[in-house]
Every structure is written in structure tokens, then in C-alpha cells.
């Protein structure tokens, strides 16, 4: 797949992706690699790897809900103007076909909206060879939350 990472993308998102690809060791497994960053929009393309299949032999799902939910607030950053916290509040993903460990997969999304402080994300997971629909989704993302007072216990 040919990259196409917009010009005017700001340096922190840059870092951003750079965390994901790099850095998150569950992302490393995947073998991460950005196809397309643009305002509201991303994609990703992965590996499926062996060591996260389930009892059927297929891959397991949460590892799909994993991917989703992390492409699809990356692509939140994307839409916002400067960067700021953000949390997932409302994830939902219909499965809706199998894949077999070892297949490479397309993650895109595209944050539909941002009103006040949610942002509203739509995507789908599919196999790069044939296009087969793994999984679709929509997710709303709080902008802007406070993460945990200095100091404090949780």
C-alpha cells in the first residue's frame, strides 16, 4: 500500500503516530504501518499475528477492538486543531468475518465530527489481499478529559 501522510500534519501528531507504531508493544507485534494520516482521517495497515488467535484458531476479536478503538483515536487527533487528551466513551464493533493468523489487515477511519468536547469516528478493519470486511465500527471520544491529579491514588 503507498503511503499518503498529509503534508500539513503538525509534529505532534507525528509523535503521536510515532508512539503507536514505535513505542506500544502490542503495536510492534503488528508490524504498524501508517498508509494514510489526514485531517480526520487515518489508515493503518498490520499484521494478524499467531500469538493472538483464539480457541477457534482464528484471530481473536478483542485484538480487532484493540486496533479499532486505537485507530480511531489517533484519528481524532488528526481532526483537533491542537492536541489534547482524549477517551474513548462509547465503542462499538460488529464482526463480521473471520481472519486467519498471518493475513495482513487495513484499519481506516474518519472522525465524522467534532462537537464541543466529543469527537465522533467511524472505521472498518478489513483483509488487505482480497478487501473482505473484518469488522465495522463508530466511536465517540471526550476531547479534552484530565487525566489523574499529580499525586493522587487511583
Excluded at 513505542?23 to 494520516?37: K, R
Excluded at 463480521?96 to 467511524?122: K, L, Q, W
Excluded at 465500527?137 to 484530565?146: I, L, N, P, S, Y
Aim: aromatic share 6%; proline share 3%.
Amino acid at each position: 500500500m503507498t503511503s499518503h501522510i498529509h503534508p500539513s500534519i503538525g509534529a505532534m501528531l507525528n509523535n503521536a503516530r510515532d508512539w503507536l507504531t514505535h513505542e506500544h508493544s502490542l503495536f510492534q507485534s503488528l508490524n504498524l504501518e501508517p498508509s494514510l494520516l489526514g485531517k480526520g482521517k487515518a489508515t493503518f495497515v498490520m499484521d494478524l499475528p499467531a500469538a493472538f488467535t483464539g480457541a477457534e484458531g482464528v484471530i481473536h476479536g478483542g485484538l480487532m477492538t484493540i486496533i479499532m478503538d486505537s485507530i480511531f483515536g489517533l484519528t481524532v487527533f488528526t481532526a483537533l486543531e491542537e492536541l489534547k487528551p482524549i477517551a474513548t466513551i462509547n465503542l462499538r464493533i460488529d464482526y463480521i468475518a473471520t481472519a486467519e493468523a498471518g493475513a495482513r489487515a487495513v484499519c481506516a477511519a474518519h472522525c465524522i465530527a467534532v462537537n464541543d468536547d466529543i469527537a465522533y469516528v467511524s472505521g472498518d478493519l478489513k483483509i488487505e489481499d482480497d478487501g473482505r470486511l473484518l469488522a465495522t465500527g463508530a466511536g465517540a471520544f471526550m476531547v479534552g478529559t484530565r487525566g489523574p491529579v499529580k499525586g493522587s491514588r487511583l
